[in-house]
């Protein structure tokens, strides 16, 4: 019998438009927007539905925007039976991964990303931190790239997605001393990327320390369906071990490629991207291309997937 990970994107998957033909379509998937713009008290579905993308691409608007349109989808799924027996999310993912197991309700999750957001995008003055993706070399070459560009200032592994795909991040003149080291160590790709602020690195410090208050306010219950968490690429079944998961991700790096490993080691044969965009479907075709993955990123992709 198939055994089926849910998986849910992360920033960057977001684009006007999103949503809304399935919550046209899904009664279930109009209620969600409708909650979320009840908790977060304005209309981030407008905001998802017709965008602009300027504001969509706001870190505080991002994260509860492709939050909300994810668990949209995960109703518009149930609704026609689809279901899954682990679940694993990138980054701001693994929230709308813990509201799927079970473990933290909607409303909360909301409130929550949204103020992760923030808190990300104010631990760090805009254009002190960067981010740069680096593609064609494995992990342990992109750490001796960082460990030499570093030179007394932060740079590292932020999301280790593939096995040859690493994202780094930390202050802005070391990753681009990274960038040139890694294009000189054989790289195939290494690009400045366009983003808000270094996430996942230790500059993320202060983030994790505001955010840690908020996250021993909410509720967590143990999870229906086993997580792979993005700290430490461990399963996770219980509401604290996913509290502290949430945590720790902030400043560490997501281990992606290894949550698919553990998926894997764990009997799970097919995999389906629950939310908007096609990032995680694209990172699987570069880590195993025999595992079957499927997105839903439109309503025919959606309605393609039976039980």
Request: with cysteine.
């Amino acid at each position: 019998m198939a055994s089926t990970a849910f998986l849910f994107p992360g920033q960057g998957s977001q684009s006007p438009g999103m949503g809304a033909a399935v919550a046209q379509r899904y009664a279930s998937a109009r209620t969600v927007f409708e909650e979320a713009d009840d908790a977060l008290n304005f209309e981030i579905s407008r905001l998802c539905f017709e965008g602009p993308a300027s504001e969509l691409k706001r870190t505080e608007i991002t994260q509860p925007a492709i939050l909300t349109t994810s668990v949209a989808t995960l109703a518009a799924l149930r609704e026609r039976g689809v279901t899954a027996s682990f679940v694993a999310g990138h980054s701001l993912g693994e929230y709308s991964a813990l509201v799927a197991a079970g473990s933290l309700r909607f409303r909360d999750a909301v409130r929550l990303v949204r103020l992760r957001g923030r808190r990300m995008q104010e631990a760090v003055p805009q254009g002190v931190g960067a981010m740069a993706a680096l593609l064609g070399i494995n992990a342990g070459a992109v750490e001796r790239v960082c460990a030499e560009a570093s030179d007394g200032q932060v740079v590292s592994p932020a999301n280790f997605n593939s096995p040859i795909q690493t994202v780094i991040a930390g202050h802005t003149e070391a990753v681009r001393r990274a960038v040139k080291l890694a294009r000189r160590a054989g790289a195939r790709r290494a690009v400045m990327l366009q983003v808000s602020a270094p996430f996942h690195c230790s500059l993320m410090e202060p983030a994790r320390v505001a955010m840690e208050p908020e996250l021993d306010k909410a509720g967590f219950d143990d999870l229906q369906a086993g997580l792979i968490n993005n700290w430490q690429a461990a399963e996770v079944r219980t509401g604290n071990a996913a509290r502290r998961g949430l945590k720790e991700q902030i400043a560490n790096p997501v281990r992606w490629h290894q949550t698919i490993e553990a998926l894997k080691a764990r009997g799970v044969d097919r995999f389906i991207e629950v939310g908007p965009g096609r990032v995680l479907t694209g990172l699987m075709r570069s880590i195993d291309r025999s595992l079957p993955a499927a997105s839903t990123h439109n309503l025919a992709s959606l309605e393609g997937l039976s039980a």
